[in-house]
């Protein structure tokens, strides 16, 4: 940006601006003139980027002095163009009130020329220097938000290339991962509008939806011969497959980091993702409350793609079907409030439910 | 010559050559100070009890005299902008006539240099 060079002097008394233009006469700057409020609107609205300084009047006709700042305090002024105010008397009750308007400093009648230049100097500089400083500021403030990006970016990628092994394997495509994650953010928003008291910020609900694509994490440590089973398992197999939750859990605790928010969702959406309200889940028989709310979202949600997909093992339900079963239980019990939540997102989980998964010709 | 008339009308001239420099520049202002409404604006507001733009007429009139050194005017100035700004008309009434007189002196000499 060009340097401010100009000086706004605005006094309704012409004597008392000709001082002024005097005091200023070296041509160090631009001199422009107003004799009442409404000229030095017009004229600040029309130079606010060349202005580096506003002698005020506080009395005068049209507009006086007290509404000029009030327009520059509604059109983002005052705090780059600062404002000497002319005052003919020194009382407390003017100077507290000019400054509390953002008054820079004051100066009183009459007119001390090497004073006047002097202050004026000094604010002006004092302005360049914030304006520079906030700029400087807002540029670095811009540099780490996209490092912040970038860095964000590579955990993704690193967390849906992680998510997507265990899904490779179970020959599996990665969509139900991405599905899982699509569906646990429509949730926890609806959770959020729906629950006040137990908010979620943007924040928390991203690292929650990362967390949601380890869920299965721990099933890479299932034996093949069960894991890729066609058919029907057994009471053993069964109880095997079931330990992918502890497996899961397992695997993140030998990079366990204490009070770190992300690891607290990875693991308890590992482990309490077949967790049921009733306590008749697996692997802890956790009930009611003790099943943490991001766990319980995962897992009514896994409960959800599961019966709308087509598998090898199953044709896939209609939404409705699917609606219905889990409400009535059929898939273990979820708690009212997750139900209600549930429903209240049933508009966008028929929107980002697709013909595809389901198994129908698009 | 600027300085003789400084003494005339009881002003400050080392305060005036102080802040503005020069006699021309002092001069410059004097001419000014014929052009200026202030006073006008008291005397109107004297005369039709206005008590209000009396009050804005002396205030602007005080700033004006106390940046041009003119003590003797600039003091009654001050006492009646006071008295106007307490909203004592009858004091101001007889204060006024003090106040004519330092101006009419003042502009006499102005006019008789210029």
């Given amino acids: 940006m060009e340097k401010r060079d100009t000086l706004l002097i605005v006094d309704d008394v012409m004597i008392n601006r000709e001082l002024l233009k005097d005091i200023f006469e070296n041509g160090e700057y631009k001199i422009l003139e107003a004799a009442d409020g409404e000229e030095a609107i017009q004229i600040l609205d029309e130079h606010k980027d060349e202005i580096a300084l506003v002698f005020l009047d506080l009395v005068m006709p049209k507009k006086n002095g007290l509404e000029v700042m009030h327009h520059m305090s509604l059109n983002n002024m005052i705090n780059t163009i600062p404002v000497i105010m002319i005052t003919g008397e020194a009382t407390v009750e003017t100077d507290v009130k000019a400054y509390e308007l953002g008054a820079a400093d004051i100066i009183y009648k009459p007119f001390e020329p090497a004073v006047v230049t002097r202050r004026a100097k000094n604010i002006i500089e004092l302005f360049e220097h914030r304006i520079s400083i906030e700029k400087e500021l807002e540029l670095r403030t811009q540099e780490l938000f996209e490092s912040k990006k970038r860095i964000e970016q590579s955990n993704n990628f690193l967390i849906n290339a992680l998510s997507s092994v265990v899904e490779f394997r179970s020959l599996e495509s990665g969509e139900h991962i991405q599905r899982v994650k699509k569906f646990t953010r429509i949730m926890l928003r609806h959770w959020r509008a729906l629950y006040g008291e137990e908010q979620f910020t943007d924040e928390q609900i991203e690292l929650i939806v990362n967390a949601s694509a380890l869920h299965d994490i721990g099933k890479i440590a299932i034996p093949d011969n069960i894991l890729l089973k066609p058919g029907k398992l057994t009471d053993e197999e069964y109880t095997e497959m079931k330990k992918h939750t502890i497996y899961g859990c397992q695997m993140l605790e030998k990079f366990k980091q204490e009070e770190n928010e992300f690891y607290r969702y990875c693991y308890d959406i590992c482990r309490y993702h077949h967790e049921r309200y009733d306590g008749r889940g697996y692997p802890d028989g956790l009930k009611g409350d003790e099943i943490p709310i991001w766990a319980q979202v995962v897992s009514i949600v896994d409960v959800y793609d599961a019966l709308v997909s087509k598998r090898v093992y199953k044709p896939s339900f209609s939404i409705e079907e699917t609606f219905r079963m889990i409400h009535n239980g059929e898939c273990g019990t979820f708690s009212p409030k997750l139900l209600k939540c549930f429903d209240d997102a049933k508009e966008e989980f028929i929107q980002n439910t697709t013909k595809e998964q389901m198994g129908e010709e698009a | ?114």
């Avoid at chain 2, 005339?8 to 802040?19: D, V």
């Avoid at chain 2, 014929?34 to 006073?39: A, I, K, P, T, V």
């Avoid at chain 2, 902008?81 to 006024?96: G, H, I, S, V």
């Fill in chain 2, 1 to 114: 010559m600027i300085e003789e008339l400084y003494k005339k009308i009881n002003g400050n001239y080392e305060i005036a050559i102080s802040r503005m420099q020069n006699d021309e520049r002092i001069l410059k202002y004097l001419k000014f100070f014929l052009m200026d409404e202030s006073y006008k604006g008291l005397e109107d507001g004297m005369n039709s009890g206005d008590c209000e733009a009396a009050f804005r007429g002396a205030h602007t009139l005080k700033g004006v005299c106390q940046n041009m050194a003119f003590t003797a005017l600039s003091t009654v100035v001050e006492q009646i902008t006071e008295e106007l700004r307490a909203k004592d008309f009858e004091k101001a009434k007889q204060t006024f006539p003090q106040v004519e007189e330092e101006y009419k002196k003042v502009i006499d000499e102005i006019n008789k240099i210029i």
